[in-house]
């Protein structure tokens, strides 16, 4: 599970003084479920994500990874996540395959078992016809397979996609939504988000809306659209955000 509670993260700025990007925000996310952070451009979803995969430390309240606070024992916390960005960046020199066993390696894996777990996804990925490619030659497309391959290796029970679609084409779009999908078919624990409503409607079974690094609302894609009165999850958005706006005023 993912559990988090009044996560708050401020930042210096010399401009704005104290920016406070998250917000007392708190969440569980529980194995077989896909929990989606929707949020416009600097809602504070990136923020939060970083913060769950131990790369920024909390400025104020808990956070778990898996029983494993990711403030007291990050790199156990570290260890139960697979993390997937749409700007997921591969070591250019680095064939598909030497990327997948990379990172084998510095989850553990070593040996015999190392080989079967990256045959294993070659195949399931079907990588193998560019596995000896250089990851710098490799299309848009493959290289989203094989950072797919390099986040489950050491089969996490965590998955943490942020805005894993970000800038690629339909085809590739789908592959990642179907795999995202057959993680919650494998019981994992999801958090997912983007600001891509038809993902929303796709995916999700529960969603926090995030604004200025507050939670202005949760719950099912069916519950807020009900709780709006609006027929479509994008109209909905745009209600409680505009709500939160006028409470900024």
């Not at 070591?91 to 395959?97: E, H, I, P, S």
């Amino acid at each position: 599970m993912i559990i988090a509670e009044n996560l708050t993260k401020t930042f210096r700025d010399r401009k704005r003084g104290l920016v406070r990007a998250v917000n007392r925000l708190s969440l569980n996310c529980e194995p077989g479920k896909i929990f989606g952070l929707l949020g416009a451009n600097g809602a504070g979803k990136t923020t939060t994500l970083r913060m769950l995969a131990t790369l920024l430390e909390p400025t104020e309240g808990s956070a778990s990874i898996a029983g494993f606070d990711v403030k007291t024992n990050p790199e156990d916390a570290r260890r139960n996540i697979g993390f997937l960005s749409g700007s997921t960046a591969l070591y250019g020199r680095l064939t598909a395959r030497e990327m997948i066993e990379y990172f084998g390696q510095l989850n553990g894996l070593s040996g015999s078992r190392l080989k079967s777990r990256v045959d294993n996804l070659i195949e399931r990925l079907e990588i193998g016809e560019f596995q000896q490619g250089r990851c710098d030659k490799l299309s848009t497309g493959q290289k989203q397979r094989v950072s797919i391959a390099r986040s489950i290796v050491h089969e996490p029970p965590v998955m943490i996609f942020d805005e894993p679609t970000s800038g690629l084409d339909v085809m590739t779009s789908q592959t990642i939504m179907g795999f995202i999908e057959e993680c919650r078919s494998e019981n994992l624990t999801v958090v997912f988000s983007t600001h891509i409503m038809s993902e929303v409607e796709r995916l999700c079974d529960h969603v926090s809306v995030v604004h200025k690094g507050i939670v202005a609302a949760e719950g099912s894609v069916s519950a807020l659209r009900d709780q709006t009165g609006e027929d479509s999850m994008e109209s909905a958005f745009l209600k409680i955000v505009g709500a939160m706006e006028d409470i900024d005023e």
